[in-house]
């Protein structure tokens, strides 16, 4: 593997939590339940895997592998085909957050305390291709939520307590020595990154989003938010969008961070928003909201009474997003209902990651699902 720079974002964050959905073996031991050669209609349960704890945040999938993190304290790597394990690293607690993956061949995972109440200052990273580990960084800081990585950086956010003030560091990715640090008084939401930007959002007595830049952490532009922000941003189409407290979705211009228009859907709470550049789309309580990127028109709103869903994917044209114990696939323009799966464990803690036609999702027991969501390839 190359050197790569590798940022390490840590922000205090005593109350974010992110979980890894990925899949793993029904019986523990290492091979995926599949049932690769179901009938045609979709969705089709291509494979099953059971961790020994809850699984219940976005799985990460690179290069024909699955990266998910367990209540049981295990970051798994299994096969996307079949959902067999390829290998397992234990943390030194359960595993809360998405794994981040470097395209050098880098993993990058942080873990929690065994009550799964706070995050450890442990920050490990693994060799992709077998769960060796590289090195691990303590930090003076908490961890709170999952590093994210972005070219040659990867971010990850903490506090320190008593006092919740917060870092930001850029970590080197081959040895783990601080390249620069960012310090604040407030506390941090998790990353998003896009061209030459780092974004993310301060809160608790001031609110404030944020851009720097990658290489130096200087500060591109710092403006101030109405509500406090606890959720991770994201960007595309040229905008930050961000998601307050009181339910008020923000495009902020990427440039200069000017707002460009707001939309308040009036239930606190949300998710983190999604994009593909055409829809943004987010959740608060039983209510999924899908909004024009560019205008923030509404385009759709749909409401699941008596549901909680705690995140949503936009890829594909579609929109993902768990309830109760349903996995649904919604097209993105009109609200179609394309598909609803059912699965044994509650899914509405989890939020499914998506990639080339394919379903990736943890439930609350412990299980993470592969669904075949489009037609097999010819």
């Not at 990460?60 to 993190?69: I, L, P």
């Amino acid at each position: 593997m190359r050197p790569t720079a590798v940022i390490y974002l840590l922000v205090s964050l005593f109350l974010s939590f992110g979980l890894l959905f990925c899949t793993t073996p029904a019986d523990g031991d290492g091979d995926g339940d599949g049932d690769g050669d179901g009938d045609d209609d979709l969705p089709r349960l291509v494979w099953t895997f059971a961790t020994g704890g809850a699984v219940v945040a976005r799985p990460a999938v690179y290069e024909g592998n699955v990266f998910v993190g367990s209540r049981d304290g295990n970051l798994y790597c299994l096969a996307a085909d079949d959902g067999a394990e390829v290998w397992r690293f234990a943390a030194d607690g359960p595993v809360l957050e998405s794994a981040a993956l470097d395209p050098e061949g880098f993993v990058f995972v942080n873990s929690h305390t065994d009550d799964g109440q706070e995050s450890s200052k442990t920050l490990f990273a693994l060799d992709s291709a077998d769960g060796t580990e590289e090195w691990r960084k303590d930090l003076s800081g908490v961890l709170t939520t999952g590093p994210t990585c972005f070219i040659d950086y990867v971010f990850a956010d903490g506090r320190y307590a008593p006092s919740n003030t917060n870092d930001l560091y850029c970590l080197d990715e081959t040895d783990g020595s601080t390249v620069w640090r960012y310090p604040s008084d407030l506390f941090m939401t998790s990353t998003a990154s896009a061209g030459n930007g780092i974004y993310f959002a301060e809160y608790n007595d001031g609110n404030f989003v944020v851009r720097l830049n990658p290489d130096d952490g200087a500060v591109v532009w710092r403006t101030p938010a109405t509500n406090y922000i606890h959720r991770r941003p994201t960007v595309g189409g040229g905008f930050v969008f961000t998601a307050d407290g009181y339910g008020v979705l923000a495009a902020r211009n990427a440039d200069d961070g000017a707002v460009a228009w707001e939309y308040a859907s009036g239930k606190d709470f949300p998710t983190d928003p999604v994009t593909d550049g055409t829809y943004v789309v987010f959740a608060a309580d039983d209510t999924v909201y899908c909004l024009d990127a560019a205008s923030g028109a509404e385009v759709w709103v749909r409401t699941y009474d008596g549901a909680e869903i705690s995140g949503v994917a936009i890829a594909e044209g579609n929109v993902f997003f768990g309830r109760g114990n349903t996995v649904s696939c919604l097209a993105a323009a009109d609200a179609t209902v394309i598909w609803e799966y059912d699965v044994p464990g509650i899914v509405e803690d989890g939020v499914p990651a998506v990639l080339e036609g394919f379903v990736y999702v943890g439930d609350f027991s412990g299980n993470v699902y592969c669904l075949r969501s489009g037609p097999d390839e010819e």
